[in-house]
């Protein structure tokens, strides 16, 4: 069913969004954009005698793509087409690396719907970004401002 007004959404339901691949040039332009050029993201020697071994994505990175990875256009998207806004985002939590050539993707269950009077309600997410062997890297939940049926 097309996901378009709050009333097309149910409680429980999960929705997984089409996946993406992190590339070098995701990291380069993101700590060229925010200034953050930790090593572990930059420094392909520094990284090496980090835990992870090798340079990995900045993980507001992670969350901007993550989350974003909803309102794309598939069989699965989640963002509603009356989509109003961003309400919020709570409970980040960075579980797992993010590396250079993973393709991650984005499962959404919807864990809370509130109407906020005749026009608009909220429906909030347990979300979690996933690399491409099905780790947890980012479980958040956010919440977005969503148009109701007259």
Not at 50 to 62: K, N, V
Not at 115 to 125: F, H, L, R, V
Request: proline share 4%; charged share 30%.
């Amino acid at each position: 069913m097309e996901k378009v007004f709050f009333e097309d959404y149910e409680v429980g339901e999960t929705l997984v969004s089409p996946g993406r691949t992190i590339t070098e040039a995701d990291i380069v332009n993101f700590a060229g954009i925010t200034g953050d050029w930790h090593p572990i993201h930059t420094n392909v020697e520094y990284a090496k005698k980090t835990m992870f071994g090798e340079r990995i994505a900045h993980g507001m990175l992670g969350l901007a793509v993550g989350s974003a990875l909803v309102f794309r256009l598939g069989p699965y998207v989640f963002t509603p087409k009356k989509f109003i806004a961003f309400y919020g985002i709570d409970k980040i939590r960075f579980t797992g690396p993010i590396k250079i050539g993973d393709t991650i993707r984005c499962e959404a269950t919807v864990a809370e719907m509130k109407e906020k009077d005749e026009n608009t309600g909220t429906i909030a997410y347990e979300a979690k970004i996933k690399n491409q062997r099905d780790e947890d890297c980012l479980i958040f939940t956010p919440k977005v401002l969503v148009g109701r049926k007259k």
